[in-house]
Each structure stands twice: as C-alpha cells, then as structure tokens.
C-alpha cells in the first residue's frame, strides 16, 4: 500500500550524488524500462522534464486539477509517456476531504458515504494505515443510489478523471487479495453485527476486487492501462501488478510472483518491481538498486527506485537507466546454484545489446559469461561500472550487473568507415562512453572503405564500389569512374532523390579532379559535379544526412589533403545549398575527415569532422549552419595520417556516438 508521502526531496550532491546524468533517449518502453511513483502533492520544478525520461509515471488523481500544464509538458517533453492516476480501490484517505472543493480528490471524500466504508462488529470504521479507512468493496456491503463501492468508483474515474484526456490509465493501490491479513476477525462486511470468518471474507473481498478491477477496465477502455499493487491475485485482469519494497522480504517468491504475473498480464504488460531505500533518504545505494534493476530485466518488466512508502516522489537517475538494452533474447537462466524455483544463485538474461547478471546468493560468485562483454562506462558506481571488458565476471551477494555486448562492425550503419581500422568512441563532447574496438567486416576487404545501409554492404577498394546483401547471395560492382580508375574513393548511402530505393555518393579520391557523382544501385548516373576547381588533386570526402530536419537529406564534401579544412553542402542535384565553412584553420592543408549524424539527440543531424593529415587530433561538430557546438581535442601531437571519423548509435538510445581512427592504439 502507497500512502502518507512526504514533500521533502534530499539531494545528495555534496556527497557525490548526481541524480540527472546525461539523458538517453529515454521514455521508449525498451530495456531498461522505468516506472515512477511519483505520489508527491506537487510536480517539483527541478523534477518536471527529469520525471519525462521514465516510460511510465504514476501521478496522484490531484495532479489533473493541481498541475495540468506540467502534466501536458511532460507528454510534450516524450509523447511515448505513460501517465497514470493514483486512486486507492480499497482505501480512502481522510486527507482527501480537508483537500481544494474542485479537486478529484475531495469529490470522491463526498462521494463516500457511511455505507461505502467497511465496519466492525460494532459498526467502527477500520483501518490500518493512519489515516486511512477501508472500503467495502464486496458484494455484501449496502448500495447508495443503487451501487456498491465497486461501482461507484469505476464510474468516478470514468467521469472525472478519464474524461480529462490527460491520462493514460488508472493505477489501483490497495487492491488487496487478504484483508484478514490486516484486520483478523474484526470486519463485519454485510453489515449484520456478527464478523466474518477469515475464509470468508477474503474469498467475498477477492470477489468484490476482481469485479471493482472489472468494471475499472470498462470504464476506461480496452486501450487504456489499468494497474495494480498489492496483490497479484488479479494479474491476468490488469496490465501490470506493482511488486513494492522488493526484495526486502526475499528474494525468489516474489520474483517468481512477478514473472508469472507478467505472462499472465493483458498488453501491454507493465509489472513492475519497487526497489526503495525503506524511508532512508539513499540514493547513492546503488547496489541495491542495481539488484533490483537487474531482477527486473531478468523477467523483462519495469523497475521503479526510491525512498520508500513515504518517499514515493523521487527522480534519482542511475547510469544503468541509460544503457538501452533492446529486446529481451531467450529465457532466464541460471548459472549456479540448484533447488526448485528460483532458489540462491547466479541467473542471466540474454538482450540484443548486452546481458544482465543477478546473484541472489548469500556470498559472491564466480561466473562464465557467454562470450566478450563491456562492463558500462559508469560515473556514479566506478567500482562496478568501470568500462572494461569481460569473459568472467565475480559477482557480489545479493546484487547484479548491466553488460553491453562488446561492439561488433555491423553497429556501424550509415555511416563509412575503414575495415579493420581500430576507432575510439566518444559522445559529442569528448566524453570516452564505450571501449574502442576493430571494426571489421568478414565480407570486406582489409582496409576498404565500407557502409552499411539497410540490408546492403558497400565497401570501396581500388576504384570500385562492391555491393551485397547483408546474406551475402547477392554481389554487384560498379566502377563510378570508369574501369582505368583504381584510386581511393569516398561513399556514401542515402536516399537521394525520395524515392524508395538508396543511391550512392561517391568522392575521387586524392590524384583525379574532386568529382561527386550520385548514382542508383545499378550504377545509373543521376548526377554528377565538382566540389573543388578541377586544378584540385587532393580529392574530396562525402557524407550525407538531413541537417535542417526537413524529411530532405544533404551531401556534405569535405576537401582532401592538399585543400584547407574546407567544408561545402549540397542538395542531392549537386546545387550549392549551404555554401561553405573552413572547420580548422584555414592555413592548414592536410584536408578533413567528414561525417554526418545526429550526435547531441536534437531531431537533425549535425556535421562532425576530424583533423587532416599532419594535424594535432581534433574533432568539431557543426551544424548546418557552421556554427561549432562542440569540440574535443585527442592530443598535442600531430598525427601524420589524420584522423578518420564516423558516427553511430552503438547504444540504441537513438543518438550517435564519434567514432574515430587513426589514433594510437593504446
């Protein structure tokens, strides 16, 4: 049960706590999916676009008449949120008739008569958290104006809550399953002055639930979420059961209460565990939220951390939130330990980008792990997120652990790079965020330029531009420049012309005139300039992408060595459609690397580019415009073959990482 919130939110930042990392694209129901119980009695300033990045938050039914506008700015900030209103099923809170006349909250105190409450023998309400009665929500209570509280309050929600358009779903607290548990023999639910054996009253109060969750669902819609908490006895009725305070009274039980409510849920399915810190303002636990994430992702559903049942209004941020897992692989399997169930021991989970690790044992323990993985990159917990990469992990007791898979070449999607060079990866502001690594494609020669786009590798080796399916069974070759030609190019894939098919972008290469030429995938020539005047040997380098976000993609040629840092845009005809900027000092001539990407997660792509032959190593990012967002340096000392850059969204949170060669090794 979720009652009593505090309005005091602690954070830790003098002792090293930063709850609002850098954001992934978060909000997209993809794993790590985030619930939050956000039951505070206002929508804190500070916590308002932060609270955006969770899949689904649960706001008390107040919010629709105290805070509309924050509600409707947190759907703009990610239209993918899930907002759900708070109501108690089984409860009422007094506070609710001391609230505002207008409120939802005070309309359903007014709503309650006597006989919605359930009594004791005496005729004494019950209750059993301060300040808080329990409802009669069985059959054998009396009817005001011809319904029983599990009716009346599914026409509640339905006419003052659902009809404001603000919700996505109802979130039902105190949906019990054994009330005897709390209240032994001392209710009397028909009223007739004699209680009702345990037995009894359970099986009359599962049966008034399940009709209450009935009618709730009715009046909603079927494409709307209901979900519960306090008991799973009513999964398969609702899309999600909220497990709290796990795993404070064990560990398998629940866990196993919590997968089996997932298969049985209506979908979209939204189970999920709360993990909380049991009224001790913690936040820097980060094992404990780490072995309640994981157990989470273990059986594929939602996780929601905080302070606990008088802490429900937090928006701590963890670096694991923003590892973006993808879909769940497989099934849960266990690596140590045995006994029936879920019994101690060590389990994984298999996702498409990485694995998760959870040790329910008593004592760490040693584990193989099915293949290479990277440990996340991680600020807050460097201990346990330290980036490195691993065939073996020891696990602590009672804890768990997020790995990505170790990046392989075929991450690398529209955007060129050398096969086989090894890159380092870094965000747009220099920050190193994944592991290095040799990318590399087996149906690729050594040291081609390769692209991989859709279902097609291109790769470019002495003057010829090779085409296969991704299955490899079908080949094409086209010679952009004529069969003598066996010199360098540069290439890009894109739609060129908005049609249905992809076109290639070649650029000659150092040697010839700097020629560009679109061509389609049978080797058509759609069109075809110069970036540079024809005295120009150096060559030119391509790229291509939508940098005004208008649906319409631009070329972007970067001059070769030999031309200053020049940077000139084009419409996909080859008409000038931007001019041109020089990204580096103009006196310098050993050319500039070019890519093009959306690396700061703002809808449109940017222009990245690296540092020319004989340079000191320096990345920039610019828009379409030229003006410099971003800048790192990798170094003071010039490296003789400059660097080579290319973007990609290793982690799937819909923005692109740098990727840059040329660099040392180690």
Not at 336 to 344: E, I, K, L, R, V
Not at 527 to 535: I, T, V
């Amino acid at each position: 049960m979720i009652m009593g919130r505090k309005l005091l939110m602690v954070f830790l930042l003098a002792a090293g706590f930063c709850p609002f990392i850098v954001w992934a694209a978060g909000g997209n129901h993809s794993a790590p999916k985030l619930l939050n119980l956000y039951l505070g009695w206002e929508i804190k300033d500070q916590d308002l676009k932060p609270l955006a990045q969770w899949d689904v938050v649960v706001l008390d039914m107040d919010m629709q008449w105290q805070a509309p506008e924050k509600m409707r700015v947190l759907r703009q900030e990610n239209p993918r949120i899930k907002i759900l209103a708070y109501v108690s099923a089984g409860e009422l809170a007094a506070a609710r008739a001391r609230g505002d006349h207008a409120s939802p909250g005070y309309k359903l105190s007014q709503l309650a008569g006597e006989d919605f409450y359930m009594h004791d023998a005496q005729g004494g309400r019950l209750s059993w958290w301060p300040g808080a009665y329990l409802m009669n929500v069985t059959n054998l209570g009396p009817r005001i104006n011809n319904q029983r509280w599990n009716q009346a309050l599914p026409n509640f929600i339905r006419d003052e809550i659902m009809s404001t358009g603000l919700w996505d779903g109802v979130f039902l607290d105190s949906a019990f399953s054994d009330v005897a548990y709390f209240f032994g023999d001392r209710i009397d639910a028909d009223g007739n002055g004699r209680v009702e054996s345990a037995s009894s009253i359970n099986t009359a109060w599962q049966q008034g639930m399940a009709q209450l969750i009935k009618n709730v669902r009715q009046a909603v819609g079927v494409n709307k979420i209901v979900m519960n908490n306090s008991s799973a006895a009513y999964a398969a009725q609702v899309n999600g059961v909220l497990f709290e305070n796990f795993p404070r009274f064990g560990w398998a039980q629940p866990f196993g209460e919590f997968q089996s409510a997932i298969t049985k849920n209506n979908q979209p399915s939204v189970s999920a565990l709360n993990t909380n810190t049991n009224n001790i303002e913690a936040p820097q636990d980060y094992r404990l939220m780490r072995y309640g994430l994981t157990s989470a992702l273990l059986a594929d559903g939602y996780f929601s951390f905080d302070a606990g049942d008088r802490g429900h209004d937090r928006a701590w941020w963890y670096d694991e939130y923003a590892s973006s897992l993808g879909a769940a692989k497989g099934s849960i399997r266990r690596l140590t330990g045995t006994g029936a169930g879920f019994s101690p021991g060590v389990w994984l989970r298999e996702y498409e980008r990485g694995v998760v690790v959870v040790n329910s044992d008593q004592v760490a323990r040693q584990i193989n792990l099915p293949g290479t993985f990277e440990k996340l990159r991680g600020v807050q917990d460097p201990m346990a997120n330290d980036g490195s990469l691993v065939k073996s992990l020891n696990v602590p007791a009672q804890d768990g652990l997020v790995l990505l898979r170790a990046t392989q070449a075929d991450a690398i999607k529209d955007s060129a790079f050398i096969n086989g060079q090894f890159v380092k990866v870094y965000a747009a502001d220099g920050a190193a965020v994944r592991n290095g690594f040799f990318a590399e494609r087996p149906d690729a020669p050594a040291g081609a330029r390769v692209i991989l786009s859709s279902d097609t590798v291109a790769s470019v080796a002495r003057g010829a531009v090779t085409l296969r399916s991704v299955d490899g069974k079908n080949i094409k070759v086209i010679r952009p420049f004529g069969r003598l030609y066996t010199s360098e190019m540069f290439v890009a894939v894109g739609n060129a012309d908005r049609d249905s098919a992809l076109e290639i972008i070649v650029g000659r290469g150092r040697g010839g005139s700097p020629e560009i030429k679109v061509m389609d995938l049978n080797g058509g020539l759609l069109a075809h300039w110069r970036a540079y005047g024809a005295n120009f040997k150096g060559g030119v380098r391509v790229a291509m992408g939508d940098l005004d976000g208008d649906g319409l993609r631009e070329i972007v040629s970067a001059a070769g060595p030999g031309g200053g840092p020049h940077i000139r845009i084009w419409k996909t005809d080859g008409q000038v459609w931007g001019g041109g900027f020089f990204a580096f000092n103009a006196r310098e001539s050993g050319g500039v690397s070019v890519a093009v990407g959306d690396v700061n997660g703002d809808n449109r792509d940017e222009i990245v580019v690296g540092s020319g032959e004989g340079a000191v190593p320096r990345v920039r990012v610019f828009d379409f415009r030229g003006t410099l967002k971003q800048e790192f340096a990798l170094g003071d000392q010039s490296v003789l073959s400059g660097l080579e850059v290319s973007v990609a969204d290793l982690n799937g949170d819909g923005i692109k990482e740098i990727l840059v060669g040329g660099l040392q090794i180690f």
